[in-house]
């Protein structure tokens, strides 16, 4: 699959959240911007910073109108735990099979060992304003903020 670029339309996909309900794409994208990043591992050092990074932008983010979801081929149990360990106030969404992060072409990092890391700023109509991809997980927060601000 070719990585969704800026100018495409987030498609369709499910997904159980970290309370194990489904989530269902078309319910948010569309409606209202958000921030959607693919990051490698829960409670990694890297994936961790840029979760703080999102929590303690949070409220900054919805008051310029955007929500965010993070999502990695974690489980809903290991969801749970680090949204309860570092006190995560945005959705997390369960990959287990690698299917979401496919239909995105999220590419694969260090020889194809571990997933990559992409955020998308997806406008109020489910179209991507911008992707950003950086191993350095606070990057991502910085960039998102400055592209939102301008």
Do not use: W
């Not at 078309?26 to 409606?31: I, N």
């Not at 406008?123 to 592209?147: A, Y």
């Amino acid at each position: 699959m070719m990585p969704l670029k800026e100018g495409d339309k987030i498609p369709h996909f499910t997904a159980k959240d970290a309370s194990g309900q489904l989530f269902e794409s078309h319910t948010v994208f569309g409606k209202k911007a958000v921030i959607i990043y693919f990051y490698p591992k829960d409670n990694t050092p890297q994936c961790t910073v840029q979760a703080c990074g999102f929590r303690d932008n949070y409220s900054g983010f919805l008051n310029l109108g955007v929500d965010v979801i993070g999502i990695s081929v974690d489980d809903v149990a290991s969801h749970q735990k680090f949204i309860q360990k570092f006190n995560l106030p945005f959705t997390l969404l369960a990959d287990t099979d690698n299917s979401i992060r496919k239909l995105f072409g999220v590419p694969s990092k260090i020889f194809g060992l571990l997933p990559g890391r992409v955020t998308y700023l997806v406008d109020s109509d489910g179209i991507i304003q911008k992707v950003f991809d950086s191993v350095l997980g606070m990057k991502h927060v910085t960039k998102m903020l400055e592209t939102i601000k301008k």
